[in-house]
């Protein structure tokens, strides 16, 4: 495993925000997780399990524990099925599955992160999301084993998962696919990445959409209606593109990024009687 002391987390988040981690472990396999974990508890380390770093922002003070960062990579396919490794960036899987004519997660094109980060958050779009090509999920459980949890037993929700809950590591997945024409696929693919280039603010670092839609309604629209688009504090903006997503410009603070979280979230409470919910994780 790599191990990197005082390592700042700005490097490894989309956002590039955030102070260092007092450790970081790079796992590219089950015995160097297993390791790793067991060094922290000797040490009495806090310990935080990230892939991408995507959907998250971090402290300017950093971390005081260990920071394990999956790099798991391995998968294979199996007639239909996906089973991959939890570290493996969502855009490799999705051009290999492309590759072998199997579809069905063309959803998660454009989307940034590793294969456990989308079952964390069961990522997706309005229509289809993890939960509709989940077949089931390894996990490391809060007494180090291993275990494989079925579709029905993963809780899955909007941007939700058990995994919020309980802190289990996801190790990793087995996936449903379909046979398809490779050419539709991408086809499929490429339409869905020109949309979000057009709908997201991909020009500057971010953490994605900072709250969940409340229901019957989108989170961007209200902070738009709030007057909130392009509001700047520091190196951080409401983005002028999409009001649920917050930028950095370059060099922008925790403090300045939770400034304008803040003031969206009660401009909406005042103007709409709406309380807005994180989706985005703080560490």
Aim: charged share 25%.
């Amino acid at each position: 495993m790599e191990i990197r002391y005082n390592e700042p987390l700005a490097k490894h988040t989309t956002f590039k925000i955030g102070g260092a981690a007092r450790v970081m472990v790079i796992v590219r396999n089950l015995d160097e997780l297993l390791n790793a974990l067991e060094w922290a508890h000797r040490e009495g380390w806090p310990t935080y399990v990230i892939g991408g770093g995507s959907n998250l922002l971090v402290h300017d003070e950093g971390f005081p524990g260990m920071v394990i960062k999956m790099a798991t990579s391995e998968y294979r396919f199996d007639n239909n099925y996906l089973i991959a490794h939890a570290g493996i960036p969502l855009a490799t899987l999705l051009m290999d599955c492309m590759e072998h004519g199997l579809g069905g997660i063309e959803f998660l094109a454009g989307i940034p992160g590793t294969l456990g980060g989308a079952i964390y958050m069961n990522a997706g779009l309005k229509k289809i999301t993890m939960k509709d090509v989940i077949e089931e999920v390894e996990i490391l459980n809060n007494k180090g084993e291993i275990q494989t949890l079925r579709l029905d037993e993963l809780e899955f929700g909007y941007r939700q998962s058990r995994f919020h809950n309980t802190r289990e590591i996801i190790l990793g997945a087995k996936l449903r696919l379909n046979p398809e024409n490779p050419e539709t696929i991408r086809v499929r693919v490429n339409d869905l990445i020109q949309k979000r280039k057009h709908r997201i603010p991909l020009e500057y670092p971010s953490g994605g959409s900072i709250f969940r839609n409340p229901a019957n309604d989108y989170a961007g629209r209200l902070i738009e209606q709030c007057g909130l688009k392009g509001l700047q504090i520091g190196k951080a903006m409401i983005s002028r593109k999409h009001a649920n997503f917050i930028v950095n410009l370059g060099g922008a603070a925790f403090k300045d990024v939770w400034q304008l979280i803040e003031i969206a979230r009660d401009k909406v409470k005042e103007q709409f009687d709406i309380e807005l919910e994180l989706e985005i994780e703080i560490l």
